[in-house]
């Protein structure tokens, strides 16, 4: 085959699945031991959207996002990523794709003993080891600050910074590498208000200014209403509905009332129509991230019963 002609293999195709739908899950299956965490799950990511995950604690948003990711191996069902099938990608195809999203984890997962810098610098030099250091180094400098962070911040180890701070220092690392991708577990959980409001803001920004699809799992309502292009609901060990925030709403099923219609999602709702909370948000762009308090608040409870309102995708 011709190098042409196999790039327009590789390229992706309009109308296609890997085209249209960055990330294509079917019928996923995980269990750790007796525990059925996925069963037939189905969903389809659009390009250029940012998908807000949702679902009660321990539904297993995080283990779908690491299904999705390559660090999870499914039981069954078919992961598609930018057009190539996870799990039976040759090692040189699962590097190139690896290059091609950031993740930020739910933990941060910094490394401790290293610079901001420097951590934004680790997956530089694994995937492009013939970047010179003054190079690499510029790059990250630039990811720090792409992340709202100042350049100084590049020099200090995480355990120097506030909660929010290293929440950025984390979007940083996984901007490093110009991901078309993103993968954001729980970013504002744990700031405060202004902190996250400025979190949402910055994520907009960056997925509309570098084009990217962001996967993005929260339990943040705010963040649901302000950012979210569409919304997947993961509930009973399947992702039972995706569609934008109204058209969740018209759906009768408990959990999805519950938490959009409940006292939080009622506010978070308030809160989006009142010009002053929007302006608020705004100006917190300029405000540099606090730490703060504890976890994010869950949303409504589990369990919700099983009910075929499946459309997960287009
Ligand atoms: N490595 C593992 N070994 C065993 N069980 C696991 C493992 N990882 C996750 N689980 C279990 O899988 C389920 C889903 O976990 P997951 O972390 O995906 O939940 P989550 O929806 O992200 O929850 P949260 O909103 O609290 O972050 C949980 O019951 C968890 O205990
Ligand atoms: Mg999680």
Known sequence: MTDVAEDQVKAPQPGTDEGEYPIVVKGLRNTFGDHVIHEALELKVRKGEILGVVGGSGTGKSVLMRSIIGLQQPESGEITVLGHKMGDSTEEDSIDLRSRWGVLFQGGALFSTLTVGENVEVPLKQFFPEISDHLRGDI????????????????????ELSGGMRKRAGLARALALDPELLFLDEPTAGLDPIGAAAFDTLTRELKETLGLTVFLITHDLDTLYAICD??????????IAVGTIPELLALDHPWIQEYFNGPRGRAALAAKDDPAVTSEQETAQAVDTASASTDAPTGAGEGASKIDMRKSGA
């Open 140 to 159: 990250a400098r630039f990811k720090v600050r792409l992340s709202g962070l100042a350049e100084e911040s590049a020099f200090k180890y995480p355990n």
């Open 230 to 239: 569409r919304v997947a609901v993961l509930a009973d060990k399947q992702v």
